[in-house]
């Protein structure tokens, strides 16, 4: 595709429960990054991959996130035993190399109940 | 800590007027500066990219100055249209990597 894709668009949890969000960045971008954005503010930063190296992990809020890329294409953001705090759309964005204009997907909103 | 503000928060303004967006920041050590437009329950559009050593760039109607001394871009859009309302982000690059984001501004056009 031209773009960047998310899957799903929308999620919805019970509090507990594991979630998965995938993100397909722009083929042959080496640098992806996931962002969580809450209702009325700008995202904010939650991890970073050049190809399959996770090289940032700092803004991840706790040990129940993780996020992998395993083949330096696809990535998958996962969220254990969610809580509704972590209600909030995630967004994913890739760039050709680091320090370039990043693309961002459409989002995926997660809803914990 | 990087800290990044967009004043106002909304604005409504009738077509066809000229409009100016502010973003500040406080750490003048930045790799570049995004604009961004993000449409009611959407992504995120990127709208221009300024490098650290630019001072200004264009794309059609829409021109974003820098001046990194002072902390300070702006968003220029000339003759808005209804299609311009949206919510507009800025954010600040500061090692190449993460994006750091203002709240945004909420912009409504009328007809």
């Known amino acids: 595709g031209a773009g960047v894709s998310q899957s799903p668009r929308y999620k919805v949890a019970k509090r507990g429960q594991d979630v998965a969000l995938r993100c397909d960045p722009i083929?042959?971008?080496?640098?992806l990054f996931w962002y969580q954005q809450a209702l009325g503010q700008g995202p904010e930063f939650l991890t970073y991959f050049q190809n399959e190296a996770q090289l940032d992990k700092s803004g991840l809020p706790s040990d129940r996130f993780f996020a992998e890329r395993p083949e330096g294409s696809v990535s998958t953001l996962k969220i254990q035993r969610t809580q509704q705090e972590d209600s909030a759309v995630y967004l994913c964005?890739?760039?050709?190399?680091?320090?370039?204009?990043?693309?961002f997907g459409p989002g995926t909103r997660l809803t914990v109940l | 800590k990087q800290e990044v503000t967009q004043i106002p928060a909304a604005l409504s303004v009738p077509e066809g007027e000229n409009l100016v967006l502010n973003c500040s920041f406080t750490d003048s050590a930045i790799y570049n500066l995004q604009w961004f437009r993000q449409d009611p329950g959407k992504g995120l559009t990127s709208l221009l990219l300024?490098?650290?050593?630019?001072r200004e760039q264009t794309s059609g109607r829409l021109n974003a100055s820098l001046d990194k001394s002072s902390g300070r871009s702006t968003l220029y859009i000339a003759a808005s249209q209804p299609g311009d309302s949206a919510t507009y982000l800025c954010a600040v690059n500061q090692a190449g990597t993460a994006l750091i984001f203002g709240k945004g501004t909420t912009l409504s056009v009328s007809s």
């Open positions: 300024i490098q650290s050593s630019q």
């Open positions: 964005a890739s760039s050709f190399f680091v320090g370039d204009t990043q693309y």
């Open positions: 083929s042959g971008h080496v640098s």
